[in-house]
């Protein structure tokens, strides 16, 4: 009697055993394929991100030089790390050298800001940019938490061969995000 009772546990701890493997290996695979889906959406987002910027600076209008923020305002957020810039696409190899200048900074009120500190990179330097191609131009504007909402303004002149070939100018509006926004995004 003392056997029988021994060889039913033994059937119960292997179908147990059966059970927890064959759940592992669910378990196993349900994240494989969670983790390959979402990086096959992060992918597929990242190339359409990448056509809209290009669709954003220039390929629609076909200019050589497109600034972001010259048609309508960009929104730029305090407190956090805001990337601008100019797009170059030229018809033949061209070397481009550019200069970002801040012409003004003012509040809602009309008071004049002071934004010096306020850019974390280089304000001007050089690119090299072959035919069909796209090189951007970028600056990192990273406004204080205690910024007040108002427009930046900033000229860019962009010169080749000594010559200016554009010079637009760049309207970006500092404006606070919601706490719901930015604790969810």
């Known amino acids: 009697m003392n056997k ?10 292997i179908v147990v055993i059966v059970i927890a493997v064959i759940m592992l290996i669910l378990g196993l695979v349900f994240v494989r394929t969670t983790m390959c ?8 987002t990242l190339e359409g991100a990448q056509g809209e910027i290009n669709k954003l600076f220039g390929q629609e209008t076909g ?13 730029i957020a305090p407190d956090a790390y805001n990337i601008v810039g100019c797009g170059f696409k030229p018809k033949v190899q061209t070397t481009y050298n550019y200069q970002f ?19 974390t990179e280089l304000l001007s330097g050089q690119k090299s940019v ?19 909402e108002g427009l930046m303004i900033i000229d860019v002149t962009v010169t080749s061969g000594g010559k200016t070939i554009a ?5 970006l509006n500092i404006k606070r995000v919601g706490w719901l926004q930015q604790s969810v995004c």
């Open 4 to 13: 029988t009772g021994g060889f039913e546990m033994s059937i119960t701890t």
């Open 37 to 44: 889906g979402a990086l096959n959406i992060a992918t597929t």
């Open 63 to 75: 200019e050589e030089v497109t600034c972001m923020g010259v048609r309508t305002p960009l929104d």
């Open 101 to 119: 200048v801040i012409k003004s900074t003012k509040d809602i009120n009309g008071q004049d800001i002071n934004a010096q500190g306020w850019i």
């Open 130 to 148: 072959g035919p069909g191609r796209m090189e951007y131009a970028t600056l990192s504007i990273r406004p204080p938490s205690d910024a007040p």
């Open 167 to 171: 010079n637009p100018t760049m309207r």
